[in-house]
């Protein structure tokens, strides 16, 4: 058991789950993360790099992995942006890595010392071109812990970076952490090619969508390159190889949704008001939530523990049965669309936000669940029995 | 070759000879092996490849001594020498 | 006289086994140096002893970086500017592969300026080749550190207004072990250099001028790309071991090639596992824990 803040904690979750490189960039909230990591790292034979920026970061992350070591960096808003054309490589030559974002109050410099969730659909959509991406949000010390090693497992897993949306107060906090024995921690390790060198197609993708990776030195002659590509991993100029490259990076993620989605939910079975939440305004969420159950509301929470994939079959049933969903966010809302979007009308859905700066007060998302409670609107469509919504079977992009 | 005075080891020692393989359809034209051959075995051929570059023809064969600097400074990989025992 | 008994066989290209034949013949121009280059550069990986299975390319953005496309080598072609990070991760994860960086003068020294100076600061273990055309060729022509004064390209019409890096000089002063300049006429010395260059310890630098004809040549009468060689050839002066501030590429004049710094370093890897095993005492009283040169070996 230790006490340790959120910081230390990813970066003790990244050493536990096998990374033993760091190329990063101080910046205000994630320094510590880097700071640890260059104590840390050498003890266990790894290798701490300060790179002269992020984009050189990202770049020598990258190039690591390649090199077959798992790797990570950490930023916070400025630096991610500036790591977004690297992660977007990242993504299409399928390399796994993880980017710890711990957020500030932005846009630009912004608070740099205060929380802010306002990097979310960024870190969907902030590298050009369309794909998909893995992003957790831990909301304490030991999901910090815990999430660092899961986002090395689905990175490896997956072949893709997964990014730690973590943010200012969650990694500044100090709690408890526990930290369990080494052969407690299970871990995954990317698929090695079963063919020799002669048969190996870099990017030939077994049934799960996801390719074995050769590594630079094994002797398998690779080529990668961030420009669209064919199975061999040559540039193909034509739509085809476009079609058929993207759709490979965007079902990889879409169709194993159910094996990367998690969330934590509390109270959920008969609740009528539902707070959906993540990262620390999913602390202040579920406190607002206690209270109102004894209060004798039949509010609910789900604590969104991957926010990219977006849950989106879960809300879908959710919002056919319930009165109302609420999320708050430290931004002027972001998820919120998502939300909006999955529940289709079904039911109202409600922001609690402010712009940055400081935690949401439990007391503002409690009065938000009691007008929602006791709201006397009703939408037209809104059917008075419950009804099971049919789960769909395609998913829809 | 003349010799002003015949050396006394011309028996044992034996000019290399090269032959010329040209890859026609990988050329392109662009004249530095004619141009920097320094026996001046190659030149321009009227003849044209699929691509429609003026691919080099060997002119004089015996010539070459096989030091491969056409297969150095050729960039398109088009151009080689190998080595030959064929004698004048 | 073919023998028509036995079958010919024609061998194949000396350097076939490095190639990825199936993607020739490459998107290079008619005459465009970068092909003398890369012939080059898989005569000196030949030449260098290395296991080419532990041999890496790292490229970025541009005409010279699709190199890494038809060498069979482990290759990357990665994005505009960040060849010199990327190298610098894979050859840390993976000390025991060489890794060459090949890239532009644009991607390597304007974009990638910033990395090209820690890294050679660093003294990363690794060996970057700079073919330099004096332009951004991929894009159709626009100037570049390395335009010379006055030199028309597509973003300036009228005129470079700016006056070029002296490539090797920079290198040099951030701290490179190997610096040299060559053309690409001079294809068996750019090999020796490459040769050496892969294997010295620490961040070694080449710098090879190319002729662009369709770029850069056509918009400054340079004539075809054998024109250019010609013109190399007669203003090239070779003068191995001056200062690099000594030597500029300068049109009117002589454009100075050779080797022109040759020295050892501790490389970062040397640096950092010093620094990480061994208590080296209060900054900056070092005495005698400062690491001696014989403390660097392979």
């Keep these: ?122 870190a969907r959509w902030g590298s050009h071109g369309h794909y998909e991406i893995i992003a957790l949000a831990p909301s304490s010390p030991q999901e910090m812990f815990d999430f660092t090693i899961r986002a090395f497992n689905l990175s490896e897993k997956y072949r893709i970076p997964v990014i730690i949306m973590a943010d200012e107060v969650v990694g500044h906090m100090t709690e408890r952490v526990m930290i369990p024995p080494e052969k407690e921690i299970k871990l995954i390790e990317r698929r090695k090619p079963k063919v020799p060198p002669g048969n190996y197609l870099p990017y030939h993708p077994d049934r799960d969508w996801v390719t074995p990776m050769a590594n630079c030195g094994d002797g398998y002659r690779i080529h990668i390159t961030g420009l669209t590509h064919d199975e061999r991993g040559y540039p193909g100029m034509d739509e085809e190889t476009q079609a058929q490259m993207v759709n490979r990076l965007i079902q990889k993620i879409v169709s194993n949704a159910d094996d990367i989605i998690r969330t934590e939910n509390i109270y959920l079975d008969d609740a009528e008001v539902v707070v959906v939440a993540y990262g620390i305004s999913a602390r202040s969420a579920k406190q607002a939530v206690r209270e109102a159950r004894a209060n004798g509301l039949r509010a609910g929470l789900i604590k969104l523990e991957t926010v990219w994939p977006f849950p989106e079959d879960m809300i879908r049933d959710v919002a056919a049965r319930v009165r109302a969903l609420i999320m708050p966010e430290i931004n002027a809302g972001q998820m919120v669309l998502e939300l909006q979007r999955c529940a289709g009308g079904a039911c109202p859905v409600h922001l609690v936000s402010h712009l940055g700066g400081s935690i949401i007060h439990p007391r503002t998302i409690l009065d938000a669940i009691e007008n929602a409670a006791t709201s006397k609107v009703r939408l037209k469509n809104k059917k008075t029995h419950v009804k099971r919504v049919s789960r769909q079977s395609a998913r829809r992009r | ?52 570059y003026h691919t080099p023809a060997v002119t004089d064969e015996s010539k070459c001594v096989n030091c491969h600097f056409c297969e150095a400074l050729c960039p398109e990989f088009a151009i080689y020498s190998i080595e030959t025992t064929e004698t004048t | 006289m073919k023998n028509n008994k036995a079958k010919k066989i024609i061998p194949p290209h000396p350097m076939e086994a490095l190639l990825r034949s199936e993607r020739l013949p490459h998107i290079w121009c008619a005459g465009c140096g970068i092909g003398t280059v890369f012939s080059s550069v898989i005569a000196a990986v030949q030449k260098s002893g290395f296991d080419p299975d532990k041999t890496a390319v790292v490229s970025g953005i541009g005409c010279t970086a699709r190199m890494a496309g038809y060498i069979r080598l482990d290759s990357f072609h990665t994005t505009h500017g960040r060849a010199i990070a990327f190298a610098t991760g894979l050859k840390l994860a993976r000390p025991e592969i060489k890794v060459l960086v090949i890239s532009g003068d644009g991607d390597l020294l304007a974009i990638g300026g910033n990395h090209f100076i820690h890294a050679a600061r660093r003294n990363i273990d690794i060996t970057v ?132 710094v040759d020295t050892e370093r501790p490389t970062f890897m040397d640096n950092y596992q010093f620094v990480c095993k061994n208590d080296i005492g209060v900054w900056p009283d070092f005495n005698g824990t400062a690491m001696p040169e014989s403390q660097t070996t392979r």
């Excluded at chain 1, 993360?33 to 990202?58: F, H, K, N, T, W």
């Excluded at chain 3, 004809?213 to 001056?242: C, Q, W």
């Excluded at chain 3, 500029?248 to 002589?254: L, M």
Aim: net charge positive; hydrophobic share 35%; proline share 6%.
């Design chain 1, 1 to 122: 058991m230790h006490f340790m803040n959120g910081d230390y904690a990813c970066c003790e979750g990244a050493l536990a789950a096998g990374c033993r490189f760091f190329a990063g960039y101080p910046i205000t909230p994630a320094t510590e993360v880097a700071e640890r990591m260059s104590r840390r790292l050498p003890e266990l034979g790894g290798i701490y790099i300060q790179m002269e920026d992020e984009l050189g970061s990202m770049a020598a992350v990258l190039g690591a992995s390649w090199g077959g070591v798992k790797s990570m960096t950490s930023t916070s808003g400025p630096g991610f942006s500036l790591m977004m054309e690297n992660i977007g490589l990242g993504i299409c030559t399928e390399t796994p890595c993880v980017v710890c974002n711990v957020q500030r109050a932005g846009p630009s410099t912004g608070l740099p010392t205060l929380v802010g969730q306002g990097d979310m659909m960024q």
């Design chain 3, 129 to 260: 080749i700079c073919v330099n055309n004096l332009n951004y060729g991929m894009t159709g022509g626009q100037m570049a550190p390395s335009t010379p004064f006055g030199a028309k390209t597509t973003s300036s019409v009228s005129g470079c207004p700016e006056e070029p890096f002296n490539f090797c000089y920079l290198a040099s002063a951030c701290g490179s072990v190997y610096v040299a300049r060559w053309t690409t006429l001079h294809t068996r010395r750019i090999t020796n250099s490459i040769t050496e260059a892969m294997q010295k310890r620490g961040f070694t630098f080449v710098e090879i001028l190319t002729p662009c004809p369709t770029s850069f040549g056509r918009r400054n009468r340079m004539g075809t790309a054998l024109e250019t060689l010609k013109f190399y050839h007669e203003r090239s002066v070779i003068r191995n071991d001056i200062d690099p501030k000594d030597a500029p590429v300068d049109f009117s004049s002589n454009i100075v090639v050779g080797k022109f």
């Design chain 2, 1 to 52: 070759m003349k010799y002003w005075r015949k050396p006394l080891d011309l028996e044992n020692i034996k000019a290399s000879r090269g032959k010329v393989i040209i890859i026609e359809d990988r050329c392109k034209g662009c004249g530095f092996c004619v141009e920097y051959c320094p026996r001046n075995v190659l030149c321009m051929s009227p003849a044209f490849n699929l691509k429609g």
